[in-house]
Structures are given as C-alpha cells and as structure tokens.
Nanobody, 123 residues
C-alpha cells in the first residue's frame, strides 16, 4: 500500500499561482505513475496531469502551457505547479498513484488516492 498526502491548495486570484505537493509513503518503490486529478461537484473526476516512472508527462489540453508536473524522487513527492490560474480551475485536486504488484503470476495495478486539496480561483 501507498499513502498519499496532498498539500498546497488554497484561495488565489485569477492569474495567480499555486504549487500542490503530493507526498508518498509506504511501498513507493512500486509506484509506476502519479497523476493529479480534479473534481467539481456534479462532474466526473478528470485527469489534469500525470508523470510516469520514466519521467514522461502528459497534460489535459485545458492546462497545457500553464501547469507543470514534476517529481523529487529523494523526497517521494510529486508537484503540480499551476500558473495563470483561471476561475474554471477551481476544484478539489486529488493525487493518484498507480502501484504495481504481482499476484499469482499476474501484474495488478492498484489505484491509490489522496484525500484531496481544495483550489479556489477568484475572478
């Protein structure tokens, strides 16, 4: 199992910046990818950005050029730098880690979620 703790959310004006952190503990050596998702009430949770163990990152079209995902392996922490924030970025942001394990000769990818952190962007 992997435990994830998010931090860094808050209230910011449009055009401002925030940096979210996702600190992992437990079986961190089994993590194959980490992603940031967000969710607003009444809507599905959506992928914002993700980074895999090789360092490759991908982003939702809505945040390309504004958000950057990065990781510090020594600290077992993944960051989401959010610049030029817009009111439509307001949501609860969740960290997700895909953890690989082996069971009866097969590979199983478990999804581990953090508790979420609120980001509010005022206009």
């Amino acid at each position: 199992q992997v435990q994830l703790v998010e931090s860094g959310g808050g209230l910011v004006q449009a055009g401002g910046s925030l940096r979210l952190s996702c600190a992992a503990s437990g079986r961190t050596f089994s993590i194959t990818a980490v992603g940031w998702y967000r969710q607003v009430p009444g809507k599905q949770r959506e992928l914002v950005a993700a980074i895999n163990s090789g360092g490759s990152a991908n982003y939702a079209d809505s945040v390309k050029g504004r958000f950057t995902i990065s990781r510090d392996n020594a600290k077992n922490t993944v960051y989401l730098q959010m610049n030029s924030l817009k009111p439509e970025d307001t949501a609860v942001y969740y960290c997700n880690a895909v953890v690989r394990r082996y069971y009866l000769g097969s590979t199983v990818n478990d999804q581990n979620w953090g508790q979420g952190t609120q980001v509010t962007v005022s206009s």
